[in-house]
């Protein structure tokens, strides 16, 4: 099917420091990119607690949503140019496919809110059932557009971003191992950051890639740029991702947003000049158009204003979030793991309710896998091309992937308030501080 | 007089895209980042409304508040280690200056609020007079910790950022028409940005600075870079912040704001969900505490909710800044100015009230300008220090640097809504658009 | 006319610093860049003694050649996608021009020997005519290759060479105020020489070039990108191509070969090892053979052995060329000029033969002109497109080209050998060392 | 001991691409680098035949032997700011030791000759060793200026480099699996060759680098950096310096000088001009004075010379270096290991001599390995220093790391003339072209 698409009399760009500037052709990306909801993710930071880190890092989703668009663009303009289908089923590329891959790598992140991780978390709510709702619900501007190029278009875009559209070529593009959207963050948050190790060369990849009857693969040739990629992934990961400072501010977060949960529910929060905009998350009774109206600012407003509530708790820690006053932490790991209940209990004994003042935080990523019929989380596994047109899995021929191959890199920590690290000698509680003190050695707990 | 300074155990450093890494090497210097005022610069935007133009440019005062103490310290290593005083009087530079330039640096912004110029015509507050007194209130955790200096200490830092501490190369350093907070931002806004005209060669500008009687000059040898400089400077604000989108929305910005004002004024908010953080705005009455809760998410919060008041005009403007629709524009001169009233009027005649839906918006720069004894608002010219020891005025020696002295750069901007023009062949105000329309030509008022 | 240009199977890249890939898609053009008169310019340094000052500017002119390739390359891209010609005359791109654009490009430079300037200064010839021969030659390389597109093919490419080609878009692509080949010498030896004045924003440049009628013009949008590139060339000569010190090599290198030619016409060269490759230039009998024979290492290696004859200005000279002791300088102008032959005397006096140890040498540059119908060298401005497709020239609206507009640049400096300038209290000529540097203040002559 | 180190007035800078500037402070050193040994290294690249495939790397061992020296001190800044000894024996940074690290880290390179590797390969010489020669030989500048720090200084600069300076802080500082060479050279050869796989953050590294009595170890916080720079390094070799087509025309230049050998020894050179130069190579019998004549440009010259000897084979494989014309090249293995004499033999068949026209190529690197007491060259392991002081080894805390521990990667490969691999339809010796190609497949001897 062609989908007779219109193009913008002019190519518009935006200047964009990583990919320099951002092409937009057609006039449903542009009009896609005017939506209200679009819009809205200028509102929401791309690395959430990770700001309070890398101070760079203030980026918000609405760039990295348009990098990803650019780079799709960029590998669609390439398989084009050089692989362009003859006659169907010659595993070649159909640019008539163009259209729905570049509406879907600038939508497939349109769902994420404030803090997405911790919210989701503490409310029960999930970002990508958002992203396809706003997608395919007829109320919002961006369905509205999408309806314009046909009445099943917005399916289709949402159903590549659900890995359900038929052709694996586009779907791969915006979601596998090596897909515009990691690229995209990976050179996005190590710019931002001011960190080197998310480098990797996108221009020698893209020149590589190669669309096959089974998907995306790559040249031999380039098999060292997919090699350097997968390696800045994992080093992003262990460096900037899971430093245990912003998982300290996640912490926070976490306990905050539940202590004011819990004071709603048990309508201690009367009186007061109440969360409008976070009622019906309170409530779990959120409609879409409750959901589009939140952001990053919205919560500290809410923060802000708790900062001034009667409750000791959700004011301490509204100005530990606002503050920035990370819990600190230590690793544990299955030997020390029985110790926390008791770790725990030494904190509340200073008087920090246990509930609210400690917690496990545990950051893990895979950073590469084999494909696995057998696994219901399966991956696409990254191809290599040889020159006679045969596919060899990377981490056969690399041996730093391999090494990486299949195991899970991360680490488990506890998470308590930065005062019971500090000696407190005449201090009622100073037996119980020691006590504290002696379970933590060297960054672990013992 | 020296103060007894504590030192850090260890340096601590902060990752910077900007400077690679800040380093904190004093207590007081990090106590200062760590109040609650000072971490509130992480929720005010650097650039206000650029980034609607500029996405990347969502960097907030933080980053740059510590980049300009950065580049202070570096300056005061370099004074210490090349141009160390041997007597009093000698015009070299006395180290004990070093923490009071430090503390005026990291300080000098900390009373920005949201979206500063717009806010502050509106409200008709000074973030400058909040940046001294928030240095200077006991209430202030920054005062607080700048007290354990001395107790003269608040008021000897403020006296840096108000140009009248007595050493001239401390206030200098800070403030000048080459100064630390100039060189950071125009580094820094370049960066997020994504542009490269704010680039200019900051470590040999550092290496060529060096104190005298009068103040900081800069070596003959260095030149070209400080050349380069004024260059950078005059580029940055011809091409960034001059941007005419930008204003488009800060235009937008204002005219919302003033609707709310008018509003609340006129007691049509009643019955609503009050903006509670800024009644001390609209009466006029604000005190510290209301101050230094403001932030751009707590705008964008009421803006939010504002979207469902009833009120049409506040709705719509509200709207349209949410969700990134600028108001157009065109260039008028002094030739064109008297036609502003009766375009404006076209504007009312087909339904936006010319109150909240016109207006004038002027960017004006002096990029530099000599010393003039006999203005109040006189500059300390770029002094350039030749093999003698003698002084040599920048633009002396510079072409290109002369060709800007003394003369402001800018535009003036006349605006509008977007649908002004565009064609409305069967609208019943089709003669009114037309005649709006013959009114542009160019860019231009004609 | 359109050749029937023969297309690589797969496009073929070379990786490059400044263009990060350099795309070679026609046979002939890969062809020309394997001749053996092309991989000469490997060993022929493109900035000559600038890299005894910027050590790291010893990149040869085979880079910047497929350099100012690779950008032509891309301005053909652009204009067929967005200005192709629709019919005879209308002004638009005809890419049947493209390969000679593009050959011409490649090969602009071929001609360049090693040293030029100061080589031909010696040797009474001119690279621009090499260049010229060399494609026209039927006994190179290059032109067997060239005459595979067309017998009259080699004499297309030399006439846009020098400026005689019918269309003035390809013209100006190679060779005027803006175009390929300074566009890519400023980025290349910014990159090079590790200096930032040479930065501009290329592809903002190419996103605004578009051909007309009367040639090249860009887009008004674009115009702050076009005045950026005219500072930074301003900036590179001041800074760059006229440092001082690489003129002090420079004229080192002037006077050994002086030296040499005044003994080989003297025949004082007799017995020793023959600079075999050189006598051709000596008698001024050159034959493209001899031409194409010569590079930096050729000239280097008759250095070397020259340290060995028996002649002491000759030994002493290629001594300081080679372990670059360059001669100092000072300032002179149209008042102090006349001291010269008198402090050169003082030179002789001390026993430095003035023919061979002083010199004056000269740096002047015009870093933009109008054009200028009454002068034989005019210059083609630089035009700037209004949005109604009106011409305006750019100094017109930049007050900073404006201020660089027919005003050359550059400095006077007379050169003598360092130890003139040390003090040198028991020496028999103490009084002719204390006479010389009381004439030199400051860096200039009084 | 302390020497009495002689400071400049004031510090003399070098613009360097990788370090921005290269900051010279005392007298010795700016000494050692105006000697004309050391301007020599401007005549001698420094990657050899890579830049044959990355024609940007045509940087000098000039530039790489400063930037060692301003890794070393900054290296050495950092320790006495930091770890500065206080009494002896403490395993902290002694200053006086700083002079000694700095020269050895200048001159470290300073024996390299042109073409290194294959030069030595075929004259049987060692660049080790000339470049103790060249410190502690009295006739040589850079002797006689280090000589003015102390008789024995020579003598001790010389022991770091062959590293038996007893202190082995200073030795691994210039020499160790992470040292201010390895690191200076990939960031210098990824900025030239315009790749990016050689980055790494050396500022980081620098931070975190600290003394202890065994030598030199590196903080936990930094364990990622370091296990950064120990990919950039595989990577780069992977990439970089194994890259087949650089070591085809090593093969080119290995046989090249192979037959100039050859027939240098069969007096077949007799009646041209001869390589004066070169004879003391041919014969064996090299003085320190003819080692230092040699730069890149005299071998060069020589091959210019030699193209028009009457020798076919001198004369083809001369041409073939200068006009860039690699042979070709396919893997072996040890199970293909013995075909290659009989495809050496279908190479002389149709008209090769084999002695000069295939050859095998082997690249290989250890590119880490712990430290192995039994083994006659042990490797100095990387240390990484825990919150307690203690030392662990890096790879036992870093997956990646330990995928590349003591595990040699690289390849051999069988080199051969182009055209080989061309088809020769017509060609009395097409049976024996089409043999050769059957034996090559997928880059592979089969």
């Known amino acids: 099917m062609t989908y007779n698409i219109e193009m913008l009399p002019r190519e518009k760009v935006f200047r964009d420091p990583i990919h320099n500037y951002i092409h937009v052709q057609h006039k449903v990306i542009l009009d896609l990119i005017n939506t209200k909801e679009f819009q809205r993710l200028r509102r929401v930071k791309q690395l959430g607690t990770s700001s309070f880190t890398f101070h760079g890092a203030e980026h918000s989703r609405f760039g990295h949503c348009i990098g990803v668009y650019e780079i799709t663009r960029q590998i669609c303009d390439n398989f084009q140019r050089n692989y362009s289908t003859k006659k169907p089923g010659d595993g070649l590329w159909d640019d008539n496919e163009r259209i729905v891959a570049l509406c879907a790598a600038l939508l497939h992140d349109v769902g994420h809110g404030p803090y997405s991780h911790t919210f989701e978390h503490i409310f029960n709510t999930d970002h990508e ?54 690229m995209d963050y990976l050179l996005r948050d190590a710019y931002f950051t001011g960190t080197k190790y998310g480098m990797f060369d996108l221009t020698r990849i893209l020149r590589v890639m190669r669309p096959y009857k089974g998907g995306i693969a790559f040249d031999y040739d380039g098999m060292h740029a997919v090699e350097d990629y997968v390696l800045s992934r994992f080093q992003m990961y262990q460096q ?12 926070v977060l976490t306990k905050l947003l539940q202590r004011a949960k819990d004071l709603y529910e048990h309508n201690h929060m009367n009186g007061f000049e109440m969360p409008s905009l976070l009622i019906p998350f309170f409530e779990e009774k959120v409609i879409i158009d409750d959901y589009l109206l939140l952001d990053d600012g919205i919560l500290n407003t809410y923060f802000t204003l708790w900062q001034s509530y009667p409750d000791e708790i959700l004011k301490d820690l509204a100005y530990r979030f606002l503050s920035r006053k990370p819990f600190k932490s230590a690793k544990y790991d299955h030997k020390t793991k029985h110790l926390l209940p008791e770790i725990a209990d030494i904190v509340e004994s200073v008087g920090f309710q246990k509930r609210y003042y400690t917690d496990t935080n545990t950051s893990y990523d895979l950073p590469y896998d084999v494909y696995n019929p057998n696994s219901s989380k399966s991956k696409t596994q990254i191809e290599i091309m040889q020159a006679d047109g045969s596919l060899i899995e990377l981490s056969t021929i690399s041996r730093l992937v391999n090494a990486l191959t299949g195991k899970i890199s991360g680490d488990e920590r506890f998470y308590f308030p930065k005062s019971m690290l500090i000696k407190h000698a005449d201090d009622i509680f100073s037996d119980e501080y020691d006590k504290f003190q002696q379970h933590i050695h060297n960054d672990k707990i013992i």
């Open 240 to 251: 900037v991702y899971f430093h245990p400072v912003s998982r300290g501010m996640e912490v």
């Open 129 to 182: 059932m958002w992203t396809r709702k706003i997608i395919t619900s007829p109320e919002t501007e961006i369905n509205q557009v999408l309806r314009q190029v046909s009445d099943d278009f917005p399916e289709k875009v949402a159903s590549v971003i659900s890995h359900t559209y038929p052709n694996p070529q586009v779907v791969q593009m915006i979601s596998s191992q090596i897909d515009a959207d990691r």
